[in-house]
């Protein structure tokens, strides 16, 4: 069996072992594929690997030989599952490797947005603190977290742990979900219609997936619908929000803040409106990207290869191959 690799060097710049997947066949593993290399790069390739390399259904004429594809992340949407379904080749993902990282990310957003921690630690080296001749010093308020509703916008594991951190911060938390079954056993929890929650949430947090109703789904009619100063973070997908009315509202005060870890266009533009807006932390694409996270996608795909080549597959998205 021959692997190849399509775009290794984000998902592993040298500090996570390939190892797993390599021990499967003869693997190339390549920095990076541009269009015009696709050919060379998966030259008779059982199996192709990818994190954010698209692979559309022109693409796949490069690929005369593959039979195998992975997305080396949850999201698949760089792929056109529909035409490897025609060709009868299976695309699998790896999913739930970095539920804690992600998770972890969201609030350390959420913590800065009301803590201000980073943004007074400048101030004190810039000396402001000293200059106020105060034994105490701050230009923003902190905001305190117990007792306000956060409002989880998709509710699978990622969407649960978020959850589940707020609940510990003595938040209320209210999840929309297009399934909402099994609540968790933590306190203060209920499901939520998306107009329950976009009136009642103090804080919005988005884990959904993006598909056709969720694209834009933040944008100048629901955020009219929030309540007055709420904080935003975005985990999940940039094109989630219309960036533009998210600007907008955050220049006018509608929103109280904004954090978010993707973005529409990534890495962005210099006319992308957010990297002006006031009160905004953006993280570049990173909530994921710890050492253990990255491991974790590498050896969950060598067991979807290994599956799939002793004829039992999983994490299949596009029904090919699956009883």
Not at 286 to 304: C, D, F, G, P, T
Request: glycine share 8%; charged share 20%; aromatic share 6%.
């Amino acid at each position: 069996m021959k692997i190849a690799i399509l775009d290794g060097k984000v998902l592993n710049p040298g500090d996570v072992d390939w190892s797993p997947i390599s021990a499967l066949g003869e693997t190339v593993v390549h920095d990076a594929t541009s269009p015009t290399e696709l050919r060379d790069h998966a030259a008779g390739a059982d199996v192709v690997l990818l994190n954010k390399t698209p692979l559309r259904k022109t693409n796949l004429k490069e690929l005369p030989d593959v039979k195998f594809i992975g997305t080396l992340a949850t999201g698949y949407d760089v792929v056109d599952v529909a035409a490897c379904a025609e060709r009868g080749i299976p695309v699998c993902n790896v999913v739930a490797y970095g539920v804690d990282d992600v998770a972890q990310h969201t609030f350390s957003l959420l913590l800065e947005l009301c803590r201000h921690a980073s943004e007074h630690s400048r101030y004190v080296k810039e000396g402001q603190w000293q200059a106020s001749g105060q034994w105490c010093f701050w230009k923003t308020a902190p905001v305190h977290l117990t007792g306000l509703t956060i409002g989880i916008i998709g509710f699978g594991a990622i969407g649960r742990r978020v959850g589940e951190l707020a609940s510990a911060f003595g938040m209320t938390v209210l999840a929309h979900t297009r399934s909402p079954r099994n609540p968790p056993q933590y306190r203060n929890f209920s499901f939520a219609t998306l107009e329950q929650l976009l009136a009642r949430a103090d804080v919005i947090s988005l884990h959904c997936p993006l598909t056709e109703t969720t694209h834009g789904l933040i944008n100048k009619e629901t955020i009219a619908r929030m309540k007055s100063g709420a904080l935003l973070l975005n985990t999940a997908r940039g094109s989630l929000l219309n960036e533009a009315d998210v600007a907008r509202a955050l220049k006018s005060g509608k929103l109280g803040g904004l954090g978010v870890d993707v973005l529409v266009k990534e890495p962005p533009s210099a006319s992308n409106p957010l990297l002006t807006a006031p009160n905004t932390l953006i993280t570049p694409h990173m909530a994921w990207a710890s050492v253990r996270s990255r491991q974790n996608i590498i050896n969950l795909m060598a067991e979807n290869i290994r599956r799939w080549r002793d004829g039992t597959p999983i994490n299949v998205v596009n029904g090919v191959g699956k009883a």
